[in-house]
């Protein structure tokens, strides 16, 4: 069962996003390396970019829902850039604060 899961995780979620969240996780860690970074979570697979959510915390008391950046990932040049945090954005997680 496990293994079956896997493959098909395997397939949705590709090698080169798994490299691109890192990417996106050491951006959002070289701007504010105060920050403690929990993770990405995956928005889109555009084109010429990847879109993740970088959640973080800004001191080592967690907080919920922790806040995050909108981080986009180019996927030819591998370079990150901020996108914007605001509820008009597509990628913005519904519900969230």
Known sequence: MIPFLRGILGRIFDGEARSAARVAEGFLRSQYPDFVVHGTLFRAKELERFVFAVTYDKTDF???PSP???VAVDRESGEASFLET???SPHWIR???
């Open 62 to 64: 967690p907080y919920r």
């Open 68 to 70: 995050y950046w909108l």
């Open 86 to 88: 605001t509820p008009e």
């Open 95 to 97: 519900g969230r604060k």
